[in-house]
């Protein structure tokens, strides 16, 4: 649905900017002429050479095609490669994602002759990275932290450096303030916050979904991206009555016929990964080897296990128990959000778009804009699987409620080790 | 400028005009002069909005006040009022105290409260957005889904006790992260499903000034009980500090201000920048000094499910000890005293000092920018004299966040309480091998006795 939506929105946007000038109150008429991104085209010199003799409709469908078909090879690849190279690119993609929306955000509010703040807005996003994957790289990465000494200097007093490091940023700003510029300053600052909030917030919690294990990262993008497939294919063949007013090319039919088709993939689809150990270990940091490894006992969400049918199926299909993962059943729910809710996502930046008269976020990728547009579905999506994961799924990090015990008092670790002693002893683990 | 209004500084006819009429005029005709100069550099149609930007100024002063004020010129008058009000603020805020953390509590929240809407208030009128009445529901609804995110870690931290009891309350805390994620999620599904075609962009300004706002209101309020529940004596200082350097600089610069600090707020000075600083940090040490005596103020707030009180009784931690240090051989000259006795508090309450006099100013000047950005004098009229509560608060938003990072960095360790909670929520396997390492480590530092030969 998002790749047709986007050609046609070209001749909704006419309309819309004929009939909206009354009611925005914030002087767009001035903004329109310079809010739509000159059409440059991105298209590499080679494929344009292939599909010259085509005629111009079917060249876009074809340069979308075989673009969709490079994201997917490639998104492939990367997982091939391994946690070493999935994280960069989620690091690539935040970085992009950030760079896209303020970039709107200057196009918007006409601050290009405000330099220092294309310099503070980078730097808030370097200092919020810091104090997120300092977060991360403390839990995960311990035995390597405790070997060297100034990383352990760093990891103690991490908050009190990230704090003081944003507060710098926060106090070069106020002093940045210019007389006449007050307000468009205050709206740059406002508008990086938000686009932090959103953007590296999210990105981190893919990377914690990640560190899970790879399958809780794989299925759910993969979800999203079926979603966003079979909508668009419901919706072409079967496509009648409009879902929302917001994206008129999005139909009731193809929600639905989405909604059921990508439940069946994500319950097909969990069933092949969860037998691999690759996809279902934690990624764990080898410190004799300095490598990620991926080696474990799969956890009891990732071991088959029999079910008995409710006595009304066993009827219909004839079996009385049936053979699945667990991690089948949660693939059920996390399915079922990425169709009735992460379209919301979608519906957003579309709103988002249609409000600041953007066509795209970019020009990125050619035949399909920014990378913004591509991943704007998955980032709720993120939060949600994060969200599952630590609700219902691992309790705490072992390692990380050790490395706590040992920082507190020893008559507090006393307690709690008496405490936990007796915890044991009633569960009949421990037999002293 | 009208913010940090205790710091107007320069002397003269026109400051001193400019000091007793906040409520009539801007102090340095920035908007009414840079009206004509500005429409260049605003892109978003500030002159349509620039009339209704001004508050009606209405006056909140109660009419006991007025009358028995009736004889004195305004010009007294309004210092009395101002003086009175101050005057009601601080005995209010003893008396607080006095009622003990429950009563904090509220009153923290009551503030935060307040401080969002008259931020969002704000916003609905730069905006014009009077007319889409869902959005005031919408931020209503999200206040409420964050202070209940917030608040629910809490209670979980420290209730723990009492939650255990009963069986609803712990089906709320296993999944307090999945239902507070929904609640908001429903919020925001609202707010796709309310856009309406004419709208989006007033739309999307309002959810980013709503979230914006949440940001710094709920998060730092949380903040502040936070650093409340580890003693009151965190939360009684950093204020105390921040109040005391507002009125210091005020008086420092009234006497002695020549040089002008900060050209977005042209009243303050840099004599009176100073003389705050030096004189909070003496005011600080010597504060620290007398509560720290008290076990009142800093024992951690502990919720006793029997009485079903809160209760403020421990012993106290080697922070608020007295210690006697050695002084440095050039201050032991000077003095002629070897030793000097002093709670370690009082060290600390040096970097707090520190920090209220020289990074806290910064809170108001950004709180100045964004007034003077948005052409409104004060955030709102509820205190008489003062303005609104968020004029009074800006400083010390910076300074909880400060206290709690210092807090979590500096003082103490995680909660031993939350610890154990989590151990007891791993797999058996994980907590025997966590109970293998914690006691092999207990009977390294001698703690434990070391394994008999017997028991192996």
Same mark, same amino acid.
């Given at each position: 649905?998002?790749?047709?939506?986007?050609?046609?929105?070209?001749?909704? +946007?006419?309309?819309?900017?004929?009939?909206?000038?009354?009611?925005?109150?914030?002087?767009?008429? +001035?903004?329109?002429?310079?809010?739509?991104?000159?059409?440059?085209?991105?298209?590499?010199?080679?494929?344009? +050479?292939?599909?010259?003799?085509?005629?111009?409709?079917?060249?876009?469908?074809?340069?979308?095609?075989?673009?969709?078909?490079?994201?997917?090879?490639?998104?492939?690849?990367?997982?091939?490669?391994?946690?070493?190279?999935?994280?960069?690119?989620?690091?690539?993609?935040?970085? +992009?994602?950030?760079?896209?929306?303020?970039?709107?955000?200057?196009?918007?509010?006409? @601050?290009?002759?405000?330099?220092?703040?294309?310099?503070?807005?980078?730097?808030?996003?370097?200092?919020?990275?810091?104090?997120?994957?300092?977060?991360?790289?403390?839990?995960?990465?311990?035995?390597?932290?405790?070997?060297?000494?100034?990383?352990?200097?760093?990891?103690?007093?991490?908050?009190?450096?990230?704090?003081?490091?944003?507060?710098?940023?926060?106090?070069?700003?106020?002093?940045?303030?210019?007389?006449?510029?007050?307000?468009?300053?205050?709206?740059?600052?406002?508008?990086?916050?938000?686009?932090?909030?959103?953007? $590296?917030?999210?990105?981190?919690?893919?990377?914690?979904?990640?560190?899970?294990?790879?399958?809780?990262?794989?299925?759910?993008?993969?979800?999203?991206?079926?979603?966003?497939?079979?909508?668009?294919?419901?919706?072409?063949?079967?496509?009648?009555?409009?879902?929302?007013?917001?994206?008129?090319?999005?139909?009731?039919?193809?929600?639905?016929?989405?909604?059921?088709?990508?439940?069946?993939?994500?319950?097909?689809?969990?069933?092949?990964?969860?037998?691999?150990?690759?996809?279902?270990?934690?990624?764990?940091?080898?410190?004799?080897?300095?490598?990620?490894?991926?080696?474990?006992?799969?956890?009891? $969400?990732?071991?088959?296990?029999?079910?008995?049918?409710?006595?009304?199926?066993?009827?219909?299909?004839?079996?009385?128990?049936?053979?699945?993962?667990?991690?089948?059943?949660?693939?059920?729910?996390?399915?079922?959000?990425? @169709?009735?809710?992460?379209?919301?996502? /979608?519906?957003?930046? @579309? /709103?988002?778009?249609?409000?600041?008269?953007?066509?795209?976020?970019?020009?990125?990728?050619?035949?399909?804009?920014?990378?913004?547009?591509?991943?704007?579905?998955?980032?709720?999506?993120?939060?949600?699987?994060?969200?599952?994961?630590?609700?219902?799924?691992?309790?705490?990090?072992?390692?990380?409620?050790?490395?706590?015990?040992? $920082?507190?008092?020893?008559?507090?670790?006393?307690?709690?080790?008496?405490?936990?002693?007796?915890?044991?002893?009633?569960?009949?683990?421990?037999?002293? | 400028?009208?913010?940090?209004?205790?710091?107007?500084?320069?002397? =003269?006819?026109?400051?001193?005009?400019?000091?007793?009429?906040?409520?009539?005029?801007?102090?340095? =005709?920035?908007?009414?002069?840079?009206?004509?100069?500005?429409?260049?550099?605003?892109?978003?149609?500030?002159?349509?909005?620039?009339?209704?930007?001004?508050?009606?100024?209405? #006056?909140?002063?109660?009419?006991?006040?007025?009358?028995?004020?009736?004889?004195?010129?305004?010009?007294?008058?309004?210092?009395?009022?101002?003086?009175?009000?101050?005057?009601?603020?601080?005995?209010?805020?003893?008396?607080?105290?006095?009622?003990?953390?429950?009563?904090?509590?509220?009153?923290?929240?009551? !503030?935060?409260?307040?401080?969002?809407?008259?931020?969002?208030?704000?916003?609905?009128?730069?905006?014009?957005?009077?007319?889409? &009445?869902?959005?005031? %529901?919408?931020?209503?609804?999200?206040?409420?889904?964050?202070?209940?995110?917030?608040?629910?870690?809490?209670?979980? #931290?420290?209730?723990? !006790?009492?939650?255990?009891?009963?069986?609803?309350?712990?089906?709320?805390?296993?999944?307090?992260?999945?239902?507070?994620?929904?609640?908001?999620?429903? =919020?925001?599904?609202?707010?796709?499903?309310?856009?309406?075609?004419?709208?989006?962009?007033?739309?999307?300004?309002?959810?980013?000034?709503?979230?914006?706002?949440?940001?710094?209101?709920?998060?730092?309020?949380?903040?502040?009980?936070?650093?409340?529940?580890?003693?009151?004596?965190?939360?009684?200082? &950093?204020?105390?500090?921040?109040?005391?350097?507002?009125?210091?600089?005020?008086?420092? =610069?009234?006497?002695?201000?020549? %040089?002008?600090?900060?050209?977005?707020?042209?009243?303050?000075?840099?004599?009176?920048?100073?003389?705050?600083?030096?004189?909070? !940090?003496?005011?600080?040490?010597?504060?620290?000094?007398?509560?720290?005596?008290?076990?009142?103020?800093?024992?951690?707030?502990?919720?006793?499910?029997?009485?079903?009180?809160?209760?403020?009784?421990?012993?106290?931690?080697?922070?608020?000890?007295?210690?006697?240090?050695?002084?440095?051989?050039?201050?032991?000259?000077?003095?002629?005293?070897?030793?000097?006795?002093?709670?370690?508090?009082?060290?600390?309450?040096?970097?707090?000092?520190?920090?209220?006099?020289?990074?806290?100013?910064?809170?108001?000047?950004?709180?100045?920018?964004?007034?003077?950005?948005?052409?409104?004098?004060?955030?709102?009229?509820?205190?008489?004299?003062?303005?609104?509560?968020?004029?009074?608060?800006?400083?010390?938003?910076?300074?909880? %966040?400060?206290?709690?990072?210092?807090?979590?960095?500096?003082?103490?360790?995680?909660?031993?309480?939350?610890?154990?909670?989590?151990?007891?929520?791993?797999? &058996?396997?994980?907590?025997?091998?966590?109970?293998?390492?914690?006691?092999?480590?207990?009977?390294?530092?001698?703690?434990? &006795?070391?394994?008999?030969?017997?028991?192996?």
């Amino acid at each position: 649905m998002l790749m047709l939506y986007h050609r046609k929105n070209r001749t909704n +946007k006419q309309k819309f900017s004929e009939t909206e000038g009354d009611g925005e109150a914030e002087g767009d008429s +001035k903004a329109d002429a310079s809010e739509v991104p000159p059409a440059t085209d991105d298209t590499p010199e080679c494929l344009n +050479k292939a599909l010259q003799g085509l005629s111009s409709r079917w060249k876009n469908w074809w340069i979308r095609g075989i673009l969709s078909l490079t994201m997917i090879t490639g998104f492939s690849l990367l997982i091939y490669m391994g946690p070493i190279m999935l994280i960069p690119l989620v690091m690539a993609i935040q970085i +992009k994602c950030f760079q896209e929306i303020i970039i709107i955000g200057y196009r918007v509010y006409h @601050s290009y002759d405000l330099p220092w703040f294309r310099t503070l807005s980078w730097y808030f996003l370097v200092c919020v990275n810091y104090f997120f994957y300092g977060e991360t790289l403390a839990d995960y990465f311990g035995v390597l932290v405790q070997r060297e000494e100034p990383l352990q200097f760093l990891v103690r007093y991490h908050r009190f450096i990230s704090f003081t490091l944003y507060l710098t940023g926060f106090c070069v700003f106020v002093l940045s303030l210019v007389k006449k510029h007050y307000r468009l300053q205050f709206y740059m600052f406002a508008w990086t916050h938000v686009t932090l909030l959103i953007v $590296v917030t999210q990105s981190h919690l893919v990377i914690q979904n990640l560190f899970e294990g790879l399958i809780w990262f794989i299925f759910p993008v993969s979800t999203v991206i079926c979603n966003d497939i079979m909508a668009y294919v419901f919706g072409f063949f079967f496509g009648r009555t409009p879902l929302i007013q917001l994206s008129p090319k999005k139909t009731w039919e193809g929600f639905i016929g989405g909604f059921f088709s990508t439940v069946i993939f994500g319950f097909i689809f969990a069933y092949l990964l969860a037998q691999y150990q690759y996809f279902v270990c934690p990624v764990e940091f080898d410190s004799e080897t300095n490598r990620f490894a991926v080696d474990c006992q799969p956890s009891s $969400v990732f071991v088959l296990q029999v079910y008995t049918l409710p006595a009304i199926v066993q009827n219909v299909t004839r079996w009385e128990t049936v053979t699945l993962y667990p991690f089948q059943i949660h693939s059920i729910s996390i399915s079922s959000f990425a @169709s009735l809710i992460g379209p919301f996502g /979608g519906f957003f930046a @579309s /709103g988002f778009k249609r409000a600041f008269k953007i066509k795209d976020f970019a020009d990125t990728i050619p035949g399909h804009g920014g990378i913004m547009d591509r991943f704007d579905c998955q980032y709720l999506m993120a939060t949600f699987v994060h969200v599952y994961l630590t609700s219902f799924i691992r309790g705490p990090n072992p390692s990380k409620v050790l490395q706590q015990l040992l $920082v507190l008092h020893p008559e507090q670790q006393l307690s709690i080790f008496n405490a936990l002693r007796s915890h044991l002893r009633e569960k009949g683990v421990l037999t002293e | 400028m009208r913010n940090s209004s205790l710091q107007q500084t320069v002397p =003269g006819p026109r400051s001193l005009h400019h000091t007793l009429f906040y409520q009539v005029l801007e102090t340095d =005709g920035e908007d009414r002069l840079g009206l004509t100069g500005e429409p260049d550099g605003e892109a978003d149609g500030d002159s349509k909005a620039d009339t209704p930007e001004i508050p009606t100024s209405v #006056d909140n002063t109660p009419q006991c006040l007025n009358k028995a004020l009736e004889g004195l010129s305004s010009r007294w008058r309004n210092w009395w009022i101002r003086g009175i009000l101050s005057f009601t603020m601080i005995s209010g805020f003893f008396l607080i105290i006095y009622l003990g953390p429950v009563m904090l509590i509220i009153v923290v929240m009551t !503030v935060q409260i307040k401080c969002f809407q008259e931020i969002i208030t704000i916003g609905y009128r730069v905006y014009h957005s009077y007319d889409l &009445p869902w959005f005031r %529901t919408l931020s209503w609804y999200f206040l409420i889904c964050v202070n209940y995110f917030f608040y629910g870690e809490t209670v979980a #931290d420290y209730f723990g !006790v009492l939650v255990q009891k009963e069986e609803p309350l712990q089906f709320l805390v296993r999944y307090h992260r999945f239902i507070s994620f929904t609640l908001y999620l429903a =919020g925001f599904c609202m707010f796709v499903l309310s856009l309406v075609k004419k709208h989006y962009r007033l739309q999307f300004y309002m959810f980013a000034w709503t979230h914006v706002t949440l940001l710094i209101v709920v998060t730092q309020s949380h903040l502040v009980i936070q650093n409340l529940f580890e003693g009151m004596i965190w939360f009684i200082v &950093p204020i105390s500090i921040v109040i005391c350097n507002d009125i210091m600089a005020y008086l420092f =610069g009234f006497f002695f201000g020549r %040089t002008p600090l900060i050209k977005l707020s042209p009243k303050k000075t840099w004599e009176g920048f100073i003389g705050g600083f030096l004189s909070t !940090v003496v005011f600080g040490f010597i504060f620290a000094y007398l509560l720290a005596q008290y076990q009142y103020f800093v024992c951690p707030v502990e919720y006793d499910s029997e009485t079903n009180r809160f209760a403020v009784e421990c012993q106290p931690s080697e922070l608020f000890v007295m210690q006697e240090y050695r002084l440095p051989a050039a201050l032991q000259n000077v003095l002629r005293w070897k030793t000097v006795k002093m709670y370690p508090f009082q060290i600390h309450s040096v970097a707090l000092s520190t920090f209220a006099s020289l990074i806290g100013p910064f809170g108001g000047f950004f709180a100045s920018g964004f007034k003077r950005a948005f052409k409104i004098k004060d955030f709102a009229n509820t205190i008489p004299g003062h303005g609104g509560i968020m004029d009074r608060f800006d400083c010390q938003y910076l300074m909880a %966040t400060f206290v709690h990072v210092y807090i979590a960095s500096f003082i103490r360790g995680p909660n031993p309480s939350k610890v154990l909670q989590q151990v007891l929520v791993l797999q &058996p396997e994980q907590q025997l091998s966590i109970f293998n390492t914690l006691r092999s480590h207990l009977q390294d530092k001698g703690i434990l &006795p070391p394994p008999r030969p017997e028991a192996q």
